[in-house]
């Protein structure tokens, strides 16, 4: 989740109506963005926030543009590293994840040797996969020296020491790590380098035109200023990962759970157990909604790495 490189985005909160700027997926002045669009500064560090959105291919950026997003999660105290401090939260995420874990591993059709899962957060997801294949190498990276705690036993390598895993793995997951970067395009080509030739990358990012980023505006969990910054329609997201030489093979829906969260904002309230619980109750009505519309809270693509 560390951006290397200054994503020499030159606008403010001046921004006119089809003013042309850099396209972060494309890397070409051809974008036609609209004016900006005011959002609440989660970290409370970086003024006033606001998303910039294109008329033709529909992606995002985040303003003010950040030359390095490291020091927003230097402390691990965003909800990307959210350690499970109670018995219960700990058991209705592991649940939730397990469940995330099966659907990708059957969606991906074949059982991996070697997984890599780059900006692997809080540890919970990678160890419920690690859990779900037995015998196979499951790795988690981030960029900090020591392993989240919800890892577990799982073996983790620091971003900075993981040169020896270069085309090594099976499979390689970058799942909601893409939006967190100034530069997608960059850190990508950083995350297909793990993989082998013929091997694998899931992506998962948030979907700027879910259903209820339009039905609660700024308050949607997923906007999550200044932590997210590009949010990405299928369309950007696609283009962003053809033009990284990568062949898609399946496109799917993800219904992610914001709802929880996004009643919390609404509310000015901090995220606790409690709205965890209201997340869950009204996940069903969240997934028939994205399901109706379909217009899901979150887009995967599963590409593959082109053989030699």
Same mark, same amino acid.
């Given at each position: 989740?560390?951006?290397r490189?200054?994503?020499?985005?030159?606008?403010?909160?001046?921004?006119?109506?089809?003013?042309?700027?850099?396209?972060?997926?494309?890397?070409?002045?051809?974008?036609?963005?609209g004016?900006?669009?005011?959002?609440? %500064?989660?970290?409370?560090?970086?003024?006033?926030?606001?998303?910039?959105?294109?008329h033709?291919?529909?992606?995002?950026?985040s303003?003010?543009?950040?030359?390095?997003?490291?020091?927003?999660?230097? %402390?691990r105290?965003?909800?990307?590293?959210?350690?499970?401090?109670?018995?219960?939260?700990?058991?209705?995420?592991?649940?939730?994840?397990? &469940?995330?874990?099966?659907?990708?591993?059957?969606?991906i059709?074949?059982?991996?040797?070697?997984?890599?899962?780059? $900006?692997? $957060?809080? +540890?919970?997801?990678?160890?419920?996969?690690?859990?779900?294949? *037995?015998?196979?190498?499951?790795? +988690?990276?981030?960029?900090?020296?020591?392993? *989240?705690?919800?890892?577990?036993?799982? &073996?983790?390598?620091?971003?900075?020491?993981?040169?020896?895993?270069?085309?090594?793995?099976d499979?390689?997951?970058?799942?909601?790590?893409?939006?967190?970067? %100034?530069?997608?395009?960059?850190?990508?080509?950083?995350?297909?380098?793990?993989?082998?030739?013929?091997? &694998?990358?899931?992506?998962?990012? *948030?979907?700027?035109?879910?259903?209820?980023? +339009?039905?609660f505006g700024?308050?949607? %969990?997923?906007?999550?200023?200044?932590?997210?910054?590009?949010?990405?329609?299928?369309?950007?997201?696609?283009? #962003?990962?053809?033009?990284?030489? #990568?062949?898609?093979?399946?496109?799917a829906?993800?219904?992610?759970?914001?709802?929880?969260?996004?009643?919390?904002?609404?509310? +000015?309230?901090?995220?606790?157990?409690?709205?965890?619980?209201f997340? =869950?109750?009204?996940?069903?009505?969240?997934?028939?909604?994205?399901?109706?519309?379909?217009?899901p809270s979150?887009?995967?693509?599963?590409?593959? =790495?082109?053989?030699?």
């Amino acid at each position: 989740m560390v951006n290397r490189e200054n994503a020499r985005m030159t606008s403010d909160s001046k921004n006119q109506c089809h003013t042309p700027e850099w396209c972060p997926v494309a890397h070409e002045d051809r974008c036609n963005f609209g004016p900006p669009m005011p959002h609440f %500064d989660r970290h409370r560090a970086t003024g006033a926030a606001s998303v910039i959105r294109c008329h033709r291919c529909g992606v995002g950026i985040s303003r003010p543009p950040l030359s390095d997003v490291a020091f927003l999660y230097e %402390d691990r105290t965003s909800q990307d590293f959210q350690q499970s401090r109670s018995r219960l939260t700990r058991g209705i995420k592991g649940i939730a994840f397990r &469940r995330q874990a099966r659907r990708l591993l059957e969606q991906i059709r074949r059982r991996p040797e070697r997984v890599v899962d780059f $900006g692997c $957060g809080s +540890g919970l997801f990678t160890q419920e996969l690690a859990g779900l294949l *037995p015998g196979s190498l499951v790795i +988690g990276t981030d960029f900090h020296a020591a392993p *989240p705690a919800d890892l577990g036993d799982v &073996r983790y390598q620091p971003m900075q020491a993981t040169a020896e895993l270069a085309g090594q793995n099976d499979l390689v997951l970058a799942l909601h790590v893409l939006e967190h970067d %100034d530069d997608p395009a960059a850190l990508l080509a950083r995350i297909v380098r793990f993989a082998k030739p013929g091997g &694998r990358v899931v992506i998962e990012v *948030p979907n700027v035109d879910c259903i209820w980023a +339009g039905v609660f505006g700024r308050y949607w %969990d997923a906007w999550y200023l200044p932590y997210h910054r590009v949010h990405f329609s299928r369309e950007s997201l696609c283009r #962003l990962v053809r033009q990284s030489g #990568l062949t898609i093979e399946l496109q799917a829906d993800s219904c992610i759970p914001t709802m929880g969260r996004t009643v919390a904002n609404l509310l +000015g309230r901090r995220v606790s157990v409690i709205f965890l619980l209201f997340g =869950i109750a009204l996940h069903p009505v969240q997934w028939l909604g994205e399901r109706l519309s379909m217009r899901p809270s979150a887009l995967r693509i599963i590409a593959r =790495i082109p053989s030699p």
